[in-house]
């Protein structure tokens, strides 16, 4: 497995400051979420210099939801998939890698295969750039 290249889509941690409220708009997607994103956004930026990245369970099953809130405008981007796994990112970078679990395996993945994908933020979404495989998990 290969290190996610962090470096690679580095950016300078230069924001500093009150997050902006977040704007809900007119998206009725976004308003079903507007406590967790409030609440989560005050945290201010983990994410690409001014962003938030947070996370909350989709109820009942082993996924969640996966937003990013610009702490300058506080707008919301969703994103266009479930999480089932742990991710990783960093301040000072647009790199996002989401580690699948087992239960992501689709027929054209091999048993026991578990991918990496890495998507590059681009300042409106998040860009597919890799899917990177894993240690494989053992046979029971």
Request: glycine share 8%; charged share 20%.
């Amino acid at each position: 497995m290969r290190t996610p290249p962090f470096s690679r889509y580095a950016v300078r941690a230069s924001f500093v400051g009150r997050p902006a409220p977040v704007d809900l708009g007119r998206d009725s997607t976004v308003h079903l979420y507007r406590t967790m994103l409030r609440q989560g956004a005050k945290t201010g930026p983990n994410f690409a210099d001014h962003f938030t990245v947070l996370m909350w369970g989709c109820g009942g099953t082993d996924c969640a939801y996966l937003a990013i809130v610009d702490a300058l405008t506080g707008r919301v981007y969703l994103a266009p998939f479930f999480v089932n796994a742990e991710i990783s990112y960093r301040r000072t970078s647009r790199l996002l890698v989401v580690n699948r679990m087992e239960a992501t395996f689709t027929e054209e993945d091999k048993p026991g295969e578990r991918l990496q994908d890495w998507y590059s933020w681009n300042g409106k979404a998040l860009v597919h750039v890799a899917s990177v495989p894993m240690r494989p998990l053992r046979q029971r």
